[in-house]
């Protein structure tokens, strides 16, 4: 037998178990015939003899015992099978000669039994049983014939029965052998859906967006884990859409009435813009699908993309761009030598401006390419702050006192000492284009954050301010208002502060310029800690 099919043999115990079950509850009803009218049982000539009575008592401990044993000691299935049948084959023979012979009508248990057997058997046993059923009949009909007053053309009937066992022993077992293979399949097809759906809810659980399944009466009846966090809750078992989320539950009776637009632009209950799509399945529940993405993770994502594609583009010519720039610089440097006139001056001059500029957006467009090459360390944000406004000071030829520095305490901020020299110089150069002049106008004030292990830098000036139809815009790469600058400042700013873990947001209520970097002091060790760990 091939191996599938012993596996699925092994699981024959509790069909075996009701054939005992059965040949028990036949066993106690030939005993209870002792109770019945003589008139019922005549056809049957059973005599309730003592050997009769202690027969039938030995027939049902032997298949009580064998009930058991199949329930309880489930090994050697055909050693209990054989000793089973052998039991049945043993006392249907005797209680069939008792009876005389053929004629009793016992033999049609027999029939049974082998049925039964045959269904639940191994292979090349069927036939043994079969076997061992004709020749009991045969055997116990030709004894009668020869000792009792068996009529003897009752042998042929008996042998026409004989012939009808190994008939039901073949036919039985074929049956029996489709039923296990088909059992074989349902039990590997089972399995295969079950790791199917184990792998399908894996997938669900990793996906980034969130997953709902609704059905045709708006009840969610499954979700992932994203959706949790995306509509601030997780859904009661059996919880309609429409209490779950009414903002959703309306886009889809919106959906199941058009069905023209699958995608629509909601507010979750915690506030956040959410795209919600809807898809019909096809399962006979008739459940819609519905998928719930970010919109900020959206915008997020299409902005990665523009990135990753400028800076495919920009890498691979910004070094080509810098050496005719050099050219060019060096060409005019050359020309303006010559001192031909105002009108020469003027032109070499805007050319002159317009390479410095070109100059700039390559080098700020390089500094973006090396913005993951950090070295991250514990800066004391006093020592640091008034160093960096003196360099400033003295490169941009500022008037002193322009600048104040406040710094409460002494806090420090973990970042790479180049990046958020970079970032200041911007926020700052910003600050000091755009505000009034006067003593004090920018200020650079640092403070603990909201949350344990944060500060915050606030860039601070006293001009007019970012104007309401651009606040979105000012992050994006080459958006500028300034008709000198390059657009990357505010951009590389950002950049810079997310490579060093760290946050870059223009205030929302502030009436001039207010820029604010919000970065952790808790992530890199204290110049103390660094030194001990040192000289150990």
Known sequence: MSDWLATTWEASWRPF??????????????????????????????????????????????????LLASIHWQHRFNFQLSLQVMTDVAAIGLLMYAGGGIGSGVGALMLVSLATASLVGRGRLVLFYAALA????????????????????????????????FATAILARLLGQRLMANEELARQRGISLENQSRISQRVIERMQDGILVVDSDGQVQRHNPVVETMLGAAPAPEMRLADYCPAL???????????????????????????????????????ILVFLEDIGRIEERAQQMKLAALGRLTASIAHEIRNPLSAISHAGELLREERRGDMQERLLKILA????????????????????????????????CAQFVES???????????????????????FDRTHLDQVLWNLLGNAVRHCRGRPGSVRLHVAAGDGQGLVELHVIDDGAG???????????????????????????ARELCEA????????????????ILVGRCDTCLLPEASDARAAN
């Open 134 to 165: 004709t020749l009991a009949t045969l055997g116990g009909q030709v004894v009668g014939a020869v000792f009792r007053d068996f009529e003897p053309a009752t042998i042929v009937q008996a042998g026409f029965l004989s012939a009808g066992f």
């Open 500 to 515: 060093n873990g760290a946050s870059l947001e223009l205030a929302a209520d502030a009436d001039g310029g207010h820029f």
């Open 392 to 414: 400033f000071e003295s490169a941009h030829a500022v008037v002193p006192g322009l600048i104040q520095v406040d710094v409460a305490g002494d806090p420090g901020i973990c």
């Open 466 to 492: 970012v104007p309401e139809m651009v606040r979105s815009q000012i992050f994006e790469p080459f958006f500028t208002t300034h008709h000198l600058g390059t657009g990357l400042g505010l951009f590389i």
């Open 249 to 287: 539950a309306a886009a889809l009776a919106g959906w199941k009435v058009a069905r023209a637009n699958a995608t629509t632009d909601f507010q979750a209950p915690n506030g956040s813009e959410l795209r919600a799509r809807f898809e019909q399945t096809a399962s006979s529940a008739g459940e």
């Open 353 to 384: 401006d317009n390479v410095a500029r070109l100059d700039r957006i390559v080098a700020d467009i390089l500094e973006l390419g090396r913005r993951d090459r950090m070295q991250a360390e514990y800066l004391p944000l006093r020592r640091f």
């Open 17 to 66: 178990q009701y054939f005992n079950l059965y040949r028990l509850v036949l066993g106690g009803l030939a005993l209870l015939g002792v109770l019945l009218p003589e008139g019922w049982i005549a056809s049957l000539h059973l005599t309730y003899s003592l050997p009769f009575l202690l027969l039938a008592v030995l027939y049902m401990s032997v298949v009580g015992t064998g």
